[in-house]
């Protein structure tokens, strides 16, 4: 399927919330298509929340650092210690 092919509803659009367990977690957006890219990066500093979706353009997210993230599959910690 060619990336043009997308279309919004197909993807689900699902959110996450990525919560920041310390300072300096970097949130990442990768592209869909034929070669995987970096779309989007952000910086939380701890505490600090971010609501993130899935759309046409974002299939994957990388998340460095310590982190909780809260799906509707449940919630996954990440980083170093966990």
């Given at each position: 399927?060619?990336?043009?092919?997308?279309?919004?509803?197909?993807?689900?659009?699902?959110?996450?919330?990525?919560?920041?367990?310390?300072?300096?977690?970097?949130?990442?957006?990768?592209?869909?298509?034929?070669?995987?890219?970096?779309?989007?990066?952000?910086?939380?500093?701890?505490?600090?929340?971010?609501?993130?979706?899935?759309?046409?353009?974002?299939?994957?997210?990388?998340i460095r650092g310590k982190a909780e993230i809260y799906t509707k599959h449940g919630t996954v910690k990440c980083g170093k210690d966990v």
């Amino acid at each position: 399927m060619d990336q043009a092919e997308y279309h919004t509803e197909d993807i689900g659009g699902e959110y996450v919330i990525i919560r920041a367990l310390e300072d300096g977690v970097t949130i990442i957006g990768l592209t869909r298509g034929k070669d995987t890219r970096f779309n989007h990066t952000e910086k939380l500093d701890r505490g600090e929340v971010m609501i993130c979706q899935f759309t046409e353009h974002t299939s994957a997210m990388k998340i460095r650092g310590k982190a909780e993230i809260y799906t509707k599959h449940g919630t996954v910690k990440c980083g170093k210690d966990v």
